[in-house]
């Protein structure tokens, strides 16, 4: 599924993804976990950033300047009346290019909805994107090598994986080592990485 595609199923969906997530304390626990491995607090990407909400606030929180993308343009419209002082794009994370890296990146339940053949290229992005001693989180689909398709809101959303260990190869080719991976949804097919950049 391209991301234009993508971005149009979340602009129909957009106001129930805001009510049912600003608040939520769904994966939170683990961004607070990744967030303690920070050691500099300065500038942070959230990929696949919503309308805003409990990921923006934490980071705030926590001293970063934020920084979010989206390829819904109604999820950032809300994003930015929810969070009138952070940076917010309408951007898909294969194509887009910031002028900066990162100690902080999150990318939760957003990347397994690329295209699999963007799986490998974008996790090396988001690694490349980091700053020395930054760190990384995001999810994926613990399952073979593939994608599908699943029914959701009366639509058709993609989902893709290239599994645990194909995720473990591309950070390990790209200066960064897990600190953290739990299948945090057991027995559902929901993965978490936490990633630090080595040099």
Avoid at 142 to 169: C, L, M, P, Q
Wanted: glycine share 10%; net charge negative.
């Amino acid at each position: 599924m391209d991301p234009k595609t993508l971005g149009l199923k979340y602009d129909k969906i957009a106001h129930w993804w805001h009510d049912q997530h600003f608040d939520s304390d769904y994966g939170m626990s683990q961004i607070g976990r990744a967030v303690s491995y920070c050691r500099n607090r300065g500038a942070a990407l959230d990929v696949g950033c919503g309308g805003g909400g409990r990921v923006v606030r934490k980071l705030l929180s926590e001293g970063f300047e934020v920084t979010g993308i989206d390829v819904s343009a109604k999820m950032i419209e809300i994003a930015q009346e929810n969070h009138p002082g952070v940076n917010f794009h309408t951007a898909d994370i294969c194509a887009w290019e910031p002028d900066k890296k990162y100690d902080f990146i999150c990318a939760w339940d957003s990347i397994f909805h690329l295209p699999l053949e963007m799986q490998e290229p974008v996790v090396a992005k988001l690694c490349r994107l980091l700053d020395r001693d930054g760190i990384l989180i995001y999810t994926f689909g613990d399952a073979e090598r593939g994608g599908h398709e699943s029914d959701w809101h009366d639509d058709k959303f993609y989902y893709s994986t290239i599994g645990i260990s194909g995720n473990v190869k591309v950070i390990m080719q790209n200066g960064c080592e897990c600190r953290h991976l739990e299948l945090d949804q057991y027995p559902l097919n929901h993965a978490y990485v936490i990633v630090k950049k080595l040099k």
